[in-house]
């Protein structure tokens, strides 16, 4: 218990670290993954073509990949703001896929008759969009958004691997800095991450449950 | 697409307007990539002056002419999958135990349950990585499998109950009518039904757990982006970009394969769900519709 004592403002720092590398890269990832989301469901194909292959390609390449990108080949090109921008930079790239198909799913996840019916009793498009289909919409794409935001919480531990300070990084140094309390510093740690992602994940639930009874 | 619903047929008007967007996204769309291609082609000046020539040059690919090259990458790629497939059959076990607890009669064992799963879902899986190493001094290659299988299989065990609690309550009274023990109608009746419905489901975070699989290369095992590295580093740094492309491709290359079985699977399976979920490829990332499964974290990567 002394090495978490001793170590907490180190730790609180970690944590703090952690905590801005989510909100950053979730506030990325949310604007990049609205674009990409609303090509994903634009008239024109190519801008379609362009999001689907963004998409795929990103969901399907490792984070630890995309990290490794940012943080050696990067600078390798002469492009180097700092190891933080850049952990920021490849996160906010790896999440921005999923939000951009939760967001997607959402909006397809309205039933057509919804829609049907909005234009039968004619609402404009604007109209529809506006007071029938983005209300339910969103209501439905709070809970999936929520789980995008926990597994993003994780994955800043990857982040933290690659030079950046945050919990895992902390974890990484005060183990080897302390050998006999390797158990109580890993728990430590992981509490600060459960901080995050526990009551996110209750929040998540109420919320789908709510969403599922308007249904 | 559901969205024509919302729009009339399109009118002259219209046509010539989406006609434009078109153009103009694929100009600018392709203007960015060419943008792209000729930086990366580009020679390059370093700090310290020296002049590198360009990622498309070929003095950047000719050790890939060497077949040593390609038999490492084909270790890395090997290791990777063994610790996939190792994980992947634990995270099965794991996840059908951990169903199992999590649907147990008494709350003595129920709530202990809920709160490990919770636990391990919550936490990052280079963290149980760490842990694995560290504490159980396991290697780098079971400290993967570990977190791994314990990671995956609280989430497939979540997918199970899930899958279990929607099944009407018939088919348990059934089994239990016949005289089988609760536990034999579990086996028999409840999970092989839990098990289809939520194919789809295991599959996608099967995809996942090939993914994480790159993790392990922060703790050290050799895996295929730790072979890229080490060739990188034996090689030199002028071949960097071309040994980060060849990775690049292969993980796409086995995280493709498994995405596209996924997807066959998941249409074969879910052929009588409602519209809501199924009619959207991407419902076997982001599963969270079906049965109020909170397996959306199967997006976590």
């Not at chain 1, 339910?136 to 990857?158: D, F, G, Y």
């Not at chain 2, 419905?197 to 895996?223: F, H, R, W």
Request: hydrophobic share 55%.
């Amino acid at each position: 218990m002394s090495a978490i004592i001793e170590n907490f403002p180190q730790l609180v720092e970690a944590f703090l670290g952690t905590l801005s590398l989510l909100v950053l890269s979730g506030l990325g990832a949310l604007a990049i993954g609205i674009v990409i989301a609303g090509m994903r469901i634009s008239p024109a194909p190519p801008l379609r073509a362009f999001a689907t292959v963004y998409t795929e390609l990103l969901r399907n390449t490792p984070l630890t990949l995309v990290l490794f990108f940012c943080a050696t080949l990067l600078p390798y090109l002469q492009f180097f703001p700092g190891y933080y921008p850049l952990a920021v930079l490849g996160l906010t790239l790896y999440t921005s896929p999923f939000v951009a198909e939760a967001l997607r799913s959402g909006i397809n996840g309205v039933a057509v008759g919804q829609a049907e019916a909005a234009r039968s009793i004619g609402l404009t498009f604007g109209q529809t969009l506006r007071i029938v289909i983005l209300p339910q919409a969103l209501r439905m794409v709070v809970p999936p958004l929520i789980n995008v935001l926990i597994a993003l919480t994780k994955n800043t531990s990857v982040a933290g691997a690659f030079f950046v300070f945050e919990l895992f990084a902390a974890a990484r140094r005060l183990a080897n800095a302390r050998g006999d309390a390797v158990i109580t510093i890993l728990l430590g740690v992981a509490a600060f991450y459960l901080l995050i992602t526990v009551p996110l994940g209750l929040i998540a639930g109420r919320v789908e449950k709510k969403v599922a009874v308007l249904r | 697409m559901t969205v024509s619903v919302l729009y009339d047929v399109p009118g002259p008007k219209a046509r010539r307007r989406s006609v434009m967007t078109s153009i103009v996204g694929t100009i600018a769309i392709v203007a960015g990539l060419a943008w792209l291609i000729a930086t990366l082609a580009g020679e390059r000046t370093t700090v310290a002056g020296a002049t590198l020539p360009g990622l498309f040059d070929p003095s950047r690919w000719d050790i890939f002419n060497d077949i040593v090259v390609w038999r490492s990458l084909g270790e890395g790629a090997l290791n990777t999958l063994a610790m996939a497939g190792a994980a992947a059959a634990l995270a099965l076990v794991v996840g059908v135990l951990f169903s199992f607890g999590r649907t147990a009669a008494s709350p003595g064992i129920r709530v202990p349950v809920a709160v490990l799963l919770e636990f391990f879902r919550g936490m990052p899986v280079l963290l149980m990585m760490l842990f694995a190493l560290l504490v159980f001094s396991t290697g780098t290659y079971w400290a993967g499998v570990t977190a791994l299988a314990l990671y995956n299989g609280a989430i497939i065990g979540e997918a199970l109950r899930a899958g279990i609690s929607a099944l009407p309550s018939g088919q348990r009274e059934a089994g239990l009518s016949l005289g089988l023990t609760p536990v034999a109608t579990r086996f028999l009746i409840e999970f092989p039904q839990a098990f289809r419905t939520m194919l789809p489901i295991i599959v996608a975070q099967l995809v996942v757990l090939l993914k994480d699989t790159s993790l392990a290369y922060i703790v050290g095992y050799s895996e295929l982006l730790r072979t890229g590295q080490n060739l990188t580093q034996f090689f030199g740094n002028r071949y960097a970009f071309s040994f980060f492309f060849i990775v690049l491709a292969m993980y796409l290359a086995m995280n493709l394969l498994l995405s596209w079985v996924a997807r066959i699977i998941s249409h074969r399976t879910s052929s009588r769900g409602g519209a809501l979920v199924a009619a959207d490829a991407s419902a076997e990332q982001l599963p969270e519709g079906v049965g109020g499964v909170d397996a959306g974290e199967a997006s976590r990567r």
